[in-house]
């Protein structure tokens, strides 16, 4: 019987009335269900997959016992787990795999079935639906369709919705933005540093009547937010939150509300786990429909925390705050996955350089800036440069063509011996993008950056 519910309740409704269950499930029938789907992927996990049948052994786990995650003791799902060892979870025989970047450089493959598309394809148009979209908006999806999933999903839920769109990819800016008056686009989704350059060249040439601009993959700089709607006359910035483990995105902001978003408790079961004293820690998912390559317990390493009031637009699945930061080193900016050894890689073959380096990304207005602090006694600083944006260039590719897009600035500053590390330990990787200041703990293990000018 309660089968037989879950699955006309998800899997049979259109994406309208998937919305509207969204926003008028009762909690406790939404928690039902969600943890009638947890037990139902956990059993079909252990049966399928030899990565957890071999870690339930390990753990002494009786799968046909658990019936909540907290069942599951300290059993998670990680990220180097998936980068490792990506075939043990395959449970059924995929028909498409998408990569995203590791911490360690080591790209984690995520498989999925045709049906598994078209069902997130569904969740996506309900998401879009909650958050203003109608068949009768013309839009233009310049998410990136390469090796990872933004684009892809975003097509299929664009399909699922009816209406008309134009899959750009992630092209120059100024492609989409010639062509907002011939198509009448009127919402546009794009990376948050891909937003902020088209909305610069709407700011120098002008804009057109847009309704929604929808950014997704990190998060966009506060102050950029204002800054866009009005260039705009008035458009929405809406954020999705997801990934390629995800799927489709595990959070939207469908209303006013715009310091969170709100949860696809349908498709996830979503926890906050070791939370610190103010409630924040990391958030962890376990996915609810898919057969193919099921995640338990999965660790994003992103840090949010859950808000309990009820949301005053009146949508009852649960909400989390904005994306307070990530537990490891890979920062997500200038549209990609930034991680410690991509630098490593393209500073080694440079000649003159100390071992002790740093990469700073900061905001000037609302431009990211990436600085590569280095460490060498050369004086022909231009051609140091050079070498270095050759370096980059040859090895990661992706990450200049952001640049040379004009979607963040890269710089290049050389310090004497010695500068660089002012502690025992030196992070790698220091993100200043979202607080105006650093911690006490990067202070001490990061350079002075009082002047950086030099």
């Known amino acids: ?62 799968p046909t016992k658990i019936r909540r995650p907290e069942d599951l003791g300290d059993f998670f799902t990680t990220p180097d787990d998936v980068a490792a060892r990506p075939e043990e ?10 990569e995203s970047s590791g911490t360690s450089g080591r790209n984690k493959r995520v498989y999925y079935s045709h049906q598994e598309l078209t069902e997130m394809g569904h969740s996506m148009a309900a998401g879009f639906r909650l958050m203003g979209l109608t068949s009768a908006d013309r839009i ?11 684009g892809i999903i975003t097509h299929y839920g664009l399909m699922a919705m009816g209406c008309f769109c134009q899959a750009f990819g992630k092209v120059d800016p100024i ?19 891909w937003l902020i350059r088209l909305t610069e060249l709407a700011e120098k040439h002008g804009t057109y009547p847009i309704k929604f601009l929808i950014g997704g993959a990190e998060e966009m700089p506060r102050a950029a937010v204002k800054w866009m709607e009005h260039v ?14 995800q799927g489709s995105a595990l959070g939207f902001q469908p209303c006013e509300q715009a310091d969170g978003y709100h949860l696809d408790n349908f498709d996830f079961l979503p926890e906050i786990v070791d939370r610190d004293a103010e409630g924040f820690g990391e958030v962890v998912f376990t996915t609810l429909r898919r057969r193919v390559m ?38 997500v900016a200038s549209g990609g996955n930034l ?14 350089l100390t071992h002790d380096w740093q990469v700073v990304f900061r905001l000037e207005g609302v431009r990211e800036i990436l600085e590569i602090h280095i460490e060498s006694q050369r004086t022909d600083t231009e051609r140091l440069e050079a070498e270095v944006f050759a370096q980059a260039t040859d090895q990661y590719p992706d990450l200049m063509k952001n640049l040379a897009l004009g979607i963040f600035q890269m710089r290049l500053i050389v310090h004497p011996h010695g500068e660089v590390r002012t ?20 202070t001490e293990e990061s350079l002075a950056f009082t002047d950086v000018s030099r």
């Not at 949010?304 to 989390?320: H, K, Q, S």
């Open 89 to 98: 979870f395959v449970c059924r025989p995929p028909n498409i795999v998408f």
């Open 1 to 62: 019987m309660l089968n037989s519910l879950v699955n006309w309740t998800i899997d049979t409704l259109p994406p309208s009335a998937i919305a509207c269950a969204y926003r008028r499930m009762p909690p406790s029938l939404a928690s039902t269900l969600g943890l009638f789907r947890f037990r139902q992927t956990v059993r079909w996990a252990a049966r399928h997959s030899a990565f957890y049948r071999q870690a339930f052994a390990e753990r002494n786990i009786n």
């Open 423 to 442: 502690a025992r330990k030196l992070k790698r990787l220091l993100d200043l993008r979202h607080d105006p200041l650093p911690s006490a703990s990067d």
């Open 294 to 331: 099921p995640l338990i317990r999965y660790r994003t390493r992103d840090v949010a925390r859950l808000i309990p009031e009820p949301c005053p637009c009146g949508i009852r699945a649960p909400r989390i705050t904005r994306i307070r930061g990530r537990r490891d080193e890979l920062v």
């Open 175 to 193: 492609e989409v933005y010639r062509r907002l008056e011939s198509y009448r686009f009127t919402v546009i989704f794009g990376e948050p540093t």
């Open 339 to 352: 991680y410690p050894l991509m630098f490593e890689n393209i500073l080694r073959p440079v000649a003159g």
């Open 140 to 150: 233009a999806n310049a998410f990136d369709f390469s090796i990872w999933i933004p």
């Open 232 to 245: 705009w006359q008035g458009a929405k910035l809406k954020m999705c939150y997801g990934s390629v483990e």
